[in-house]
Structure formats: structure tokens, C-alpha cells
């Protein structure tokens, strides 16, 4: 029974509020059907994305993964889920630039913690963002598109689908970065922000990759660079930022957390039997078709990116002026 004088964390830490858990045998995990909460709707990259790795994982391990989605609030609704779960292993779910590095600036309050309620496991994924220019804008290339809104400053609008996404903060760096001014034009989406590009209503458009990537490959819009630091296997022959821009990175990152409290020893398991998943064959093709890449990367390392990306998401939230409401 619980010690009726300590908290609930200490007792988590301490490794006696989870009863179901053998804290001291953790290299058999699992044992049963895990649950894995996805923060996005069925359907979407996101959730393609997770799916994949948890049927690799259900492979690799002989337990079910079975995808809960659980939307709304930005996120916060299944981070706050993930984190008021029962902390013995087998409740986990996806943390990544939204949850943890950009909703700390973006509300005014949140039910979690980012860096005290979970226990950060691993990386999965990686999606960069990309820049799409309508095709009658007269620029081929990042100097071009840098020198034609030096030229004009304001003249040129550009449109994400969403205020403190990750395209929004894109081009909010960019333009931090370049010196230059593109006003703001925010829409309820990518797909609609991208058929206004089309017919020249805004003339530039940061979006993640998945969403327009049909209408680049058949030259409906035309790509200019991808804002990872290096070039996206979805499409090779499309330049990264940083090749222009050095050091330029923002993308969409996601990661496997779980509710704080875990053993590093399980941990360290965990991560080891999640990078076999990233690396098998059918999982990287799934990822490259979706305009992602497996991000193997572990607890020490994954935890210390986010840490960096959430002082960086801070400062280009109060730059961009983006808010929740």
C-alpha cells in the first residue's frame, strides 16, 4: 500500500505506486498489449506513421501495440492522458515538437509537465517542412526567393495551415534568419493554404512535406528547399535550407515517451527494441512514402533535443506572436 505521507511523484520515482510492474525484471518487457496513445487523428500522417512503428513492434515482440488516438486542445488532451496513466510500461504514446517544445509558449497553461511527466524514450520519426512557391512566382531557387522579397519587402505574402505549427515557426525563422518580411496569412489547414497558392492568392506557402508532396512531384507548385538540415529521401533532389542558410533547422520531430516514473533500466530496453523497429525494411518505406525519416536516437539524446527545441519554439512564438486562441 502507498506510504500515506508521501507524494505521488516521489512514490513513482521511488518505484512503489505501480504494483503491476516487477520494477527489478524489466528486460522481458512486454509481457502484454501495449497501449500507445497518438495525439492526431485517425488517418493522417501522424497516425500512419505510429501505426507503422507499432506493427513493427507487435513483430518484433510478439505483444499487440495497439494505436489509441486521442485528439484535441492542441495535444494536450492525449499528452495529459499519457501522463496521468499508470507508469509500469505498458501505457506509451507520442511526444514531440507540438506537445513538448512548442505548447509550453503557445498556452497559457497546460495540464503536464513536459520535462517532469514523462520518461523520454526514443526518437521515431523526423518530417521536415517544406518551401513551395507558386509557379509564376519568378524565383527557381532559395538566393532567388531571398533577393526577390529584399527587393520588395511586404509585397509577398506567405500562408501555413496553422498559427504556432511548425510550418508557421518555419517561416517565422526564416524570415528571422534572411532579414526579409512576407506577411502572414493563416489558414484552417495546408490543403486549403495550398489551393490558394495555386491560384496565386499567396505567393509562398511553408507546409509538412506529406501534405503537398503529390502537387510538387506533378508540378502543380514548385519546391524550393526542405527545412531539415539535410536533404529528405521523399524527394533527394530538393536542397535543404541549411545548404543556403547554415545551421537552419526546424522540423516536425516526434519521439516515444511514456509516464514518468519508468526505470532506466527499462528504459534503456525500451529504446533498444524501438530502434529495431525504425530499422527495419517495410517501416523506412511506410516513413519515405509519408515524407519522414526514422529518427534513432536515445533517452540522453532525445531528451536533450527537446530541451534545446523548446527555448528555440519559445523565442519564435513570441517573435511570431502566435497563441492558442
Known amino acids: 500500500m502507498p506510504h500515506p505521507f508521501l507524494p505521488r511523484r516521489t512514490l513513482i520515482a521511488a518505484g512503489l505506486a505501480a504494483p503491476g510492474l516487477a520494477w527489478g525484471q524489466t528486460d522481458d518487457w512486454p509481457r502484454q498489449t501495449v497501449r500507445y496513445i497518438n495525439l492526431y487523428a485517425p488517418g493522417g500522417a501522424n497516425d500512419i506513421l505510429s501505426r507503422a512503428w507499432c506493427q513493427a513492434m507487435t513483430q518484433i515482440t510478439g505483444q499487440q501495440f495497439v494505436v489509441e488516438n486521442r485528439t484535441g486542445a492542441g495535444g494536450t488532451v492525449g499528452s495529459d492522458a499519457i501522463a496521468k496513466s499508470r507508469p509500469d510500461g505498458y501505457t506509451l504514446g507520442l511526444g514531440g515538437v507540438a506537445n513538448l517544445a512548442i505548447a509550453p509558449s503557445l498556452f497559457p497553461s497546460l495540464p503536464y509537465d513536459p520535462f517532469r511527466d514523462y520518461s523520454l524514450i526514443s526518437g521515431l520519426y523526423r518530417q521536415p517542412n517544406i518551401l513551395i512557391v507558386n509557379n509564376d512566382l519568378p524565383v527557381r531557387s532559395v538566393p532567388e526567393l531571398i533577393a526577390l522579397l529584399k527587393a520588395h ?6 500562408a501555413t495551415g496553422g498559427a504556432g505549427t511548425t510550418p508557421h515557426l518555419s517561416a517565422e525563422l526564416f524570415k528571422m534568419t534572411t532579414g526579409t518580411n512576407m506577411p ?3 489558414y484552417r ?34 519546391a524550393l528547399a526542405v527545412t531539415s538540415p539535410e536533404r529528405s529521401p521523399s524527394l533527394p533532389n530538393l536542397p535543404a535550407l541549411a ?3 547554415p545551421g537552419f533547422d526546424l522540423t516536425s520531430w516526434n519521439g516515444l515517451i511514456a509516464p514518468a516514473g519508468l526505470p532506466s533500466r527499462m528504459i534503456r530496453h525500451m529504446a533498444e527494441l524501438a530502434h529495431r523497429a525504425l530499422t ?5 518505406k511506410t516513413y519515405t512514402d509519408n515524407g519522414a525519416t526514422p529518427w534513432v536516437v536515445g533517452p540522453e539524446d532525445y531528451a536533450a533535443y527537446a530541451r534545446t527545441q523548446e527555448l528555440l519554439m519559445r523565442r519564435l512564438v513570441q517573435l511570431s506572436g502566435a497563441s492558442a486562441g
Do not use: T
Open 153 to 158: 519587402p511586404g509585397r509577398y505574402h506567405y
Open 184 to 186: 502572414f496569412v493563416q
Open 189 to 222: 489547414g495546408g490543403a486549403p493554404a495550398l489551393v490558394d497558392l495555386m491560384a496565386g492568392q499567396v505567393q509562398v506557402i511553408f507546409d509538412n512535406l506529406a501534405g503537398p508532396i503529390g502537387a510538387v512531384r506533378d508540378g502543380k507548385v514548385r
Open 243 to 245: 545548404e543556403f542558410l
Open 280 to 284: 527495419s525494411p517495410e517501416l523506412v
